[in-house]
Structure formats: structure tokens, C-alpha cells
């Protein structure tokens, strides 16, 4: 049986995956998983070598103590394969509404479903800890995520130009945005 975790009963069996929260027992796991997704593709921020165990522990435990955030792990036979995290952009009045997702998930577990499960969990666990919009980025060429995307609902809002230097050329990044509560949203509208 699940534990309510922030608004979704984990652990989640998906298909062959355990979803659950992540741990402070993951710090190796997840270090090798994001090196893996790292070396084997160029649509994350971070190079290869720029991902260490000290930065992984230390982000696990960043995450782990702060409120409003949710970082799971997707695990197949005991190994991590895919990683979310879904976050309030900041602690500032203005934007405190706001939530941003961000997935990673390792080349052979892709297209099984589970960047569509992340997405769909993102949006409930954002919606569940009052998030009135949720937004995503992905390089503009990452046609599968952007497939996701617009599946569950978000917008293409816009774009960054040359905004992440691969070893041969400048991407261009794309900005995705879903409403989540557009009764709120529009309530504030007219309340000016």
C-alpha cells in the first residue's frame, strides 16, 4: 500500500518501474543514472564531467530539505533509470503560483511511457500543492518531449535562441505552459 507523499500515494508500480520518492540511499544510483543520461545525450545542461557524486549527494539532500519540491525516481530492477523533479520557481509572492518540471530518463527506457507518467504525475503533485501553472523547457530538436508535452495539455510560449552550447552548435531551447486551475486564474483577472 502507497504513502500519500505531497498529494500522490507512492510508491507507484508503472509497468515494470517502481516511481517512488527519492532517498538519501540514492546518491550513487542517481549519480551514475545522470552521468549515463549525460553521455548518451545531448538535450541536459550538464556535460558528462560536470556531474560529480559530491554535486548529486549534495542536491539530494538540497531537495530533500526544502518544502514544495518533489523528486522522484523511476527504478527497473533496481537500478534508476529516470529521474523528476517538479518545483516552485521561488518563494516570491508574484510567482509562488508557479511550478517547473524537469525530467531525465536513461536512452533504452524511453518511449516505454514513463516521460508520459512523470508528466502526468507532475501535474497532479503541482496541482495538489496549489500550483496554478506549470511550465517545462526542452531544446527545440527534442521532439519526444515536446510530443509529451503538448499530449498533457501545455502550449509552446516560446523560445531562447543560442541558449545551450552543444560541442558544435548552439540550441535553441522552448518554453511550454500549462494552466492548471483556469477558473483561479481568471477569478484574479477580474478582480483588478
Given amino acids: 500500500m502507497g504513502v500519500d507523499f505531497q498529494g500522490l500515494n507512492l510508491p ?8 517512488r520518492s527519492v532517498s538519501l540511499d540514492d546518491f550513487e544510483k542517481a549519480y551514475l543514472m545522470r552521468k549515463k543520461v549525460a553521455a548518451e545525450s545531448d538535450t541536459i545542461l550538464s556535460e558528462p564531467d560536470e556531474i560529480t557524486m559530491e554535486g548529486m549527494t549534495n542536491w539530494i539532500k538540497n531537495w530533500l530539505s526544502m518544502d514544495n519540491r518533489l523528486f522522484l525516481v523511476a527504478e527497473y530492477a533496481h537500478d534508476i533509470v529516470g529521474q523528476l523533479w ?3 520557481l521561488d518563494n516570491k509572492k508574484k510567482t509562488a503560483h508557479v511550478a517547473e518540471l524537469g525530467m531525465e530518463i536513461i536512452l533504452e527506457h524511453r518511449g516505454k511511457g514513463l516521460g508520459s507518467k512523470f508528466t502526468e504525475l507532475a501535474i497532479d503533485w503541482a496541482k495538489n500543492n496549489g500550483a496554478i501553472r506549470i511550465e517545462a523547457e526542452t531544446l527545440e530538436k527534442n521532439i519526444p518531449m515536446r510530443k509529451i508535452l503538448e499530449k498533457y495539455g501545455f502550449q509552446l510560449e516560446g523560445k531562447k535562441s543560442c541558449y545551450l552550447k552543444n560541442p558544435y552548435t548552439y540550441e535553441n531551447v522552448v518554453i511550454y505552459g500549462k494552466i492548471l486551475n483556469e477558473q483561479r486564474c481568471m477569478e484574479q483577472n477580474f478582480q483588478r
Avoid: G, M, N, T
Avoid at 12 to 19: C, G, N, P, S, T
Fill in 12 to 19: 507507484i508500480q508503472f509497468k515494470d518501474y517502481i516511481l
Fill in 86 to 88: 517538479v518545483w516552485f
